[in-house]
Antibody, heavy 117, light 107 residues
């Protein structure tokens, strides 16, 4: 069965950096695009970034462009999100999500990121 | 960006009730509309994709309809495990925006 396990979250000061990881299993990782989606405390869902299966294109939500970088390592079946210049408004649970061809078919359990001084 | 709205923002219903949630896109998204369920403290779960296709393993009491800008999620007979928040999402164009959610709780 598909499993997505996020790690790397934690508490960081404004301006700091974190790298999130997502270990994927139960499907052919190299055949599917992947997303990051976040949810601020008590708020709704916000799409953050997408990487195509072959890394040919990467897309970002405007507020994270230039600060966040999505990448993947096929040899490790792992998705990453490098987050730099973190702001208080980046505080959220970050979900790793498998793309099912224009829909988000499997979600990880999420990892908490807290940006605070 | 494509804006997504949902109504109502919350509703109270009883087990066995028929529940309908509507979602509207700010421009046509043809059928690139998905529905997710999120229970408290849990990750979202895909219910409906491409406006009306039922995701594998999802009970048949869930159904979706619509195209263009107006969409509907219907739960034909509400069950105790259906009390949750429901989100629509467009996958036509990046950024892939979500609606604000509809919280369904127990009357």
């Amino acid at each position: 069965q598909v499993q997505l396990v996020e790690s790397g979250g934690g508490a960081v000061q404004p301006g700091g950096s974190l790298r999130l990881s997502c270990a994927a299993s139960g499907f052919t990782f190299s055949n599917y695009g992947m997303h990051w989606v976040r949810q601020a405390p008590g708020k709704g869902l916000e799409w953050v970034a997408f990487i195509r299966y072959d890394e040919s294109n990467k897309y970002y939500e405007d507020s994270v462009k230039g600060r966040f970088t999505i990448s993947r390592d096929i040899s490790k079946n792992t998705l990453y999100l490098q987050m730099n210049s973190l702001r208080a408004e980046d505080t959220a649970v970050y979900y790793c999500v498998k793309d099912g061809d224009s829909y988000f078919d499997f979600w990880g359990q999420g990892t908490q990121v807290t940006v605070s001084s | 960006d494509i804006q997504m709205t949902q109504s109502p923002s919350s509703l109270s219903a009883s087990v066995g009730d028929r529940v309908t949630i509507t979602c509207r896109a700010s421009q046509s998204i043809t059928s690139y509309l998905n529905w997710y369920q999120q229970r408290p403290g849990k990750a979202p779960k895909l219910l409906i994709y491409a406006a009306s296709s039922l995701q594998s393993g999802v009970p048949s009491r869930f159904s979706g309809s619509g195209s263009g800008t107006d969409f509907t999620l219907t739960i034909s007979s509400l069950q105790p495990e259906d009390f949750a928040t429901y989100y629509c999402q467009q996958s036509d164009t990046t950024p892939f925006t979500f609606g604000p959610g509809t919280k369904v709780d127990i009357k």
